[in-house]
């Protein structure tokens, strides 16, 4: 199941399931609690 919406010029989706069935470069989660960039 998956949502799509446009932000500016850019899509985000949103994938409920498996992360490791996605076909994809890159998955990025942040590294804390508050999911705050940068350290």
Request: glycine fraction near 4%; proline fraction near 5%.
């Given at each position: 199941m998956?949502?799509?919406y446009k932000?500016?010029?850019s899509v985000l989706?949103?994938?409920i399931g498996d992360i490791t069935l996605?076909?994809?470069d890159?998955?990025?989660n942040?590294?804390?609690s508050r999911?705050?960039?940068g350290g």
């Open positions: 998956s949502t799509q932000v500016g010029n989706e949103l994938i996605q076909e994809t890159a998955i990025v942040a590294a804390n999911l705050a960039p």
